[in-house]
């Protein structure tokens, strides 16, 4: 049951709530909500998370968890499901994010030559930028609540497969 294999695989929340680190975040790390699990605090855990995985920014995962807080999700479920973009998959996703830019814009796909300059950064970003931009945050919408619907599904299916074994006598 994946339950089950969540809650093995979640690090203790007395661990996590008396680091000295995570102190200054104070009572808020303290509310249940962020530590239970259950059909809507893990599908929105998983919203959460693939939402910040097409974000193009640093220190993903600290952002997945501040808004893991914002919405009362599962914390470590949210900062777990970030490590969806890693150096494998980075390239082909945000590849990808610009192509979808670019096409829902109506701007042509180019592709300068590669200089390791400012100047180059700058304007590649000028042209480029915007369509990237675009396309990271309609994947993270879509991906975000489709990620939602599915957990939300899975879990309901799941529960309801377990009551109809129950009934048999399974």
């Known amino acids: 049951m994946p339950k ?7 690090p203790d929340p007395g661990i996590i709530k008396n680091n000295k680190l995570l102190g200054l975040l104070g009572s808020r790390l303290h509310d249940i909500n962020l530590w ?12 959460v998370g ?17 808004l893991a ?3 009362r ?22 590849y990808f994010a ?20 400012l100047s180059w950064l700058t304007s590649a ?5 915007p369509p990237f931009l675009l396309g ?10 489709t990620g939602f619907m599915l957990i939300h599904g899975l879990w309901r299916w799941s529960v309801s497969r377990r009551w109809k074994l129950r009934r048999r006598g399974r």
């Open 4 to 10: 089950k294999t969540l809650k093995r695989l979640m």
């Open 36 to 47: 239970h699990l259950n059909r809507h605090s893990a599908a929105g855990a998983f919203a």
């Open 50 to 66: 693939l939402f910040c995985a097409w974000l193009p920014i640093p220190f993903q995962m600290l952002l997945a968890a501040a």
């Open 69 to 71: 807080m914002v919405f």
């Open 73 to 94: 999700v599962n914390l470590p479920l949210s900062v777990v499901m970030v490590w969806f973009t890693n150096p494998l998959t980075m390239p082909p996703m945000f």
């Open 98 to 117: 610009y192509r979808l830019g670019a096409f829902l814009l109506g701007k042509p796909h180019h592709y300068e030559h590669f200089e390791m300059s």
């Open 125 to 129: 970003m000028s042209t480029a930028g």
């Open 136 to 145: 990271c945050l309609v994947l993270g919408l879509v991906s975000s609540a």
